[in-house]
């Protein structure tokens, strides 16, 4: 395990008992390296959307046990959101909660000269992503060539 799985492992198991407290649900943790700065975010949402106040008392309570905890040995910035509108889908429960929307796939490589997918996602599983597309055709997408995957947003 690395370090940074490691650090985001650590902080979600300190993050889930929070949460299930509250009734939020956990959407994901990461530890990245931006610039000269490493970041800890924690993205937490609930039913019927997470408040700028709900997210306070989660980010106070996280900060506490993480300076009681100390495994992480780089200085770095907490940040506790939302994980917003156009959220991408990375875990089971992402995708699960996701069958018959309409999403976005992004590709590393193109298919067919595309690099991009939008249409209803249909079913996946750890290999591959399927959707229907506006002409109710299925395109199946290899999980390893995708890059990111999210919700569309219309406005």
Request: without cysteine; negative net charge; hydrophobic residues 30%.
């Given at each position: 395990?690395?370090?940074k799985?490691e650090?985001?492992?650590?902080?979600e198991a300190?993050?889930i008992p929070?949460?299930?407290?509250?009734?939020?649900?956990?959407?994901?943790?990461?530890?990245?390296k931006e610039g000269?700065?490493w970041?800890?975010?924690?993205f937490?949402?609930?039913?019927g959307g997470?408040?700028?106040?709900?997210?306070?008392?989660v980010?106070?309570?996280?900060?506490?046990?993480?300076?009681e905890?100390d495994?992480?040995?780089?200085?770095?910035?907490?940040?506790?959101?939302?994980p917003?509108l156009?959220?991408?889908l990375?875990?089971?429960?992402d995708f699960?909660?996701?069958?018959g929307?309409?999403i976005?796939?992004?590709?590393?490589r193109?298919?067919n000269?595309?690099k991009?997918?939008v249409g209803?996602?249909?079913?996946?599983?750890?290999?591959?992503?399927?959707?229907?597309?506006e002409d109710?055709?299925?395109i199946?997408?290899?999980?390893?060539n995708?890059s990111l995957v999210?919700?569309?947003?219309?406005f």
């Open positions: 395990m690395s370090r799985e650090y985001e492992s650590k902080t300190l993050l929070i949460l299930e407290e509250k009734g939020y649900e956990m959407v994901d943790v990461e530890y990245v000269s700065n970041y800890l975010r924690a937490v949402d609930k039913p997470i408040t700028i106040n709900d997210l306070e008392g980010s106070r309570r996280l900060s506490d046990l993480l300076d905890k495994f992480i040995s780089d200085a770095y910035i907490l940040e506790v959101s939302s917003g156009g959220r991408p990375k875990k089971d429960r699960d909660r996701s069958i929307e309409e976005e796939v992004h590709l590393y193109s298919l000269g595309n991009q997918y209803l996602l249909k079913s996946y599983d750890k290999d591959t992503i399927t959707i229907e597309d109710g055709s299925e199946n997408l290899d999980r390893v995708v999210k919700l569309t947003i219309d």
